[in-house]
């Protein structure tokens, strides 16, 4: 799986069945997080947050941390539908994926619709 480098809201999925999917999770749109103090991972103390600093914790923002309340409005879309090759690796770039298969044959696909 990979996120898409630049819209983060994109994945893209490959499987050993030679399906290749892409999730486009614009549509999920959570609400941002208003400024208040977030919890930070620290040993002992899992939870989530989007601590300041160098630190880290997760931001829940994200449309896929929080895919309960908005699974309804995740839209996917198959690439290769036709494909009965083993997908093995993919990579993005701008609107431009490629992905290998087991038989060392690799796919080009081109000016995705990204959002």
Known sequence: MKFHPRSPD?????????????WDGTSMG????QATPKPIYTPGNISIGNGAGSGGGY???????AV??????LETYSLLPY????????????????????SEVFFILQDLVIR
């Open 10 to 22: 994109n994945l893209f999925t490959c499987s050993e069945d030679g399906s290749i999917w892409h």
């Open 30 to 33: 959570v609400p941002p997080v």
């Open 59 to 65: 931001s829940t923002a994200s449309p896929w941390l």
């Open 68 to 73: 309960d309340a908005t699974k309804h409005r």
């Open 83 to 102: 494909n009965r090759l083993s997908i093995n690796s993919l990579d993005i770039e701008s609107k431009h994926l490629v992905c290998g298969c087991d």
